[in-house]
Structure formats: structure tokens, C-alpha cells
């Protein structure tokens, strides 16, 4: 016969008196209970480092000449006039637009063919071709100027603005065209398969295929292409001796002079030469983000 005693649970045992209960875990605050100013703070701090220089630069374009006031105002339009027509920046606008654009679209071409090849075809020294490829970002622009002075000095290129298109194409199709094949890997095979099938071409299939679906690579290697050439100085200054042909950041560099520099015109020719980079990177922002999450992906 079972008694109560032995049915009944055994008693837990006693805590040590030495023993310090175990505190409780803190649970890690959500982000959306991280106090706002710990937020706001350091994003304020940030954007007003990063936005004082551009004040300044509107400051000295915008207020007159030998004003010290920390407001643009009475506000005048002189510098900029002045750089536009004396100092002949329009006529670099337009080297730099036509620079730009051409660089853009043999840039986005070259690399878009090579591209394709080293993301479909494989062949012996695909490796190493990729390797020389990563290699040959490590080598300064400084060390081409001689090179590529003689060659176009045979081929009778000099103070042309052809020059500087192929030099800054050369320069940029290494990074671009690893980007396009990175690009190009993550569109299925399947699918320039399916359109085989269906009676396409190679040629066919990646302009109906592949093509529409690397819209914002091409666009991210673009705009970078554009941006890269029209900031470049160093392939203008030394392949281009007229000034009707030069570019803006070498118009930029004439604003200065060992005695004296003129810092409102010098203003006012740097925000002609930024209005045009911050726009296109205002009306492409959408499909650059989209370029660099896709290439950020492996296929």
C-alpha cells in the first residue's frame, strides 16, 4: 500500500545563501524605440557639414564683388555673366556635354559587347583576361599621359576633342565592363533559350531579351561614364592646347592665377559645372539603385 508520504513530491532544493539571483535579460530596444533625437542628431551634424560648402559656393557666386555679408543679398548675377561669356564657359559647356555624351555612348556599347561575352561565352583565358582586367584599376590615370600622348600625336589627334572621348572610353571600360557582365549574369539563359526556340537569333534574343532587362545596369555604367569624363581634368589639360577646346574643369583651372584668384567667378563656374552632374543623378536615382542592387546580387 502507497502512503501520502511517499506520493509526495520532494521538496526543491534550497538556494545557497552565497548565490546572487541571475539577473534579467535586457531585451534590445526596436528601432522604432530608439529615442528620436538619437536619429535626427547626427543626420542634422552630417547634413550640416555636408551642405555648408554649398551655401558658401552660392554665397560668394550670388552676393557682389568685395560684399563680406554672409547673406547673398542684393543678390547679382554678374560672375555668372562674366564667366559665360568673358572667360568663354559656354563654349566649355559645350565641350564638356559633347565629351560627356560621346564617352557615354562608346563606353555603354564596348562594355556592353564585352560584357556579354565574358558572362555567356567561356574560352582559355577568361581567367586571366578577368585578372588583367581587375589589374589594370590599380594603374593611375598619370601613368597613360605619356603613351597615349604619342600615340595620338602619330595619329595626329592632338587638341582634338576625339582624343580625350577615346582616352577617357580606354580608362573606363575595364570596371564597366566587369559591372555589364555582372549585370548580364543575373538575366536567366533560360530565357535567350526559350526565344532560340521561338526562331531568334543570338543577336535577336539579346535585343528583344536580355536587353530591356539591363536597363538599369546600362544606366548605372552611364551615368558614371558621363559623370567621370565630365569631372576629368588631367586627359583635357594635357591633349587639348586651344581654348575653344577645352573643357570645364580646365576653365575651371584658368579662373586661378598665381597672384590672384577671382572667387566669385570661380564660384559661379563651379556651379555651372555641378548643375549639371546633380541633375542627372536627380532624374536617374531611381533606376541607379535598382543597377546597383542587381549587380550587388549574384545570379
Not at 126 to 143: E, I, T
Not at 198 to 219: H, Q, Y
Amino acid at each position: 500500500m502507497i502512503t501520502k508520504e511517499a506520493t509526495a513530491p520532494a521538496p526543491a532544493p534550497a538556494r545557497a545563501d552565497h548565490e546572487p539571483p541571475r539577473p534579467a535579460k535586457k531585451r534590445r530596444p526596436a528601432w522604432d524605440e530608439v529615442p528620436r533625437w538619437q536619429i535626427y542628431l547626427p543626420l542634422g551634424v552630417y547634413l550640416v557639414f555636408t551642405l555648408v560648402p554649398f551655401y558658401w559656393i552660392l554665397l560668394f557666386a550670388l552676393r557682389p564683388a568685395g560684399s563680406t555679408s554672409l547673406v547673398p543679398w542684393p543678390m547679382t548675377f554678374d560672375h555668372f555673366e562674366k564667366v559665360w561669356t568673358d572667360r568663354s564657359f559656354g563654349t566649355f559647356f559645350e565641350n564638356s556635354v559633347y565629351v560627356g555624351l560621346a564617352t557615354l555612348v562608346m563606353t555603354t556599347l564596348v562594355a556592353l559587347a564585352g560584357g556579354y561575352a565574358l558572362a555567356r561565352f567561356d574560352f582559355k583565358i577568361k581567367r586571366a583576361f578577368m585578372l588583367a582586367l581587375l589589374c589594370s584599376q590599380f594603374v593611375p590615370g598619370a601613368l597613360l599621359l605619356v603613351p597615349l600622348f604619342e600615340i595620338f600625336a602619330e595619329l595626329q589627334m592632338i587638341n582634338s576633342l576625339g582624343s580625350v572621348i577615346i582616352a577617357e572610353t580606354v580608362f573606363q571600360l575595364p570596371l564597366s565592363m566587369i559591372l555589364i557582365s555582372n549585370f548580364i549574369k543575373n538575366v536567366p539563359y533560360s530565357l535567350e533559350e526559350a526565344a532560340w526556340v521561338d526562331g531568334c537569333g543570338r543577336m535577336r534574343a539579346f535585343l528583344v531579351v536580355v536587353l530591356p532587362l539591363l536597363r538599369p545596369g546600362l544606366i548605372a555604367v552611364g551615368s558614371f561614364a558621363f559623370v567621370h569624363s565630365w569631372n576629368h581634368f588631367l586627359f583635357a589639360l594635357m591633349f587639348l592646347n586651344n581654348q575653344d577646346k577645352q573643357t570645364i574643369p580646365v576653365g575651371l583651372n584658368t579662373l586661378m592665377s598665381a597672384d590672384s584668384v577671382d572667387l566669385g567667378a570661380l564660384a559661379a563656374g563651379g556651379i555651372i559645372a555641378a548643375v549639371p552632374v546633380v541633375l542627372v543623378f536627380a532624374f536617374i536615382q531611381k533606376w541607379l539603385i535598382t543597377g546597383f542592387s542587381a549587380g550587388a546580387v549574384k545570379g
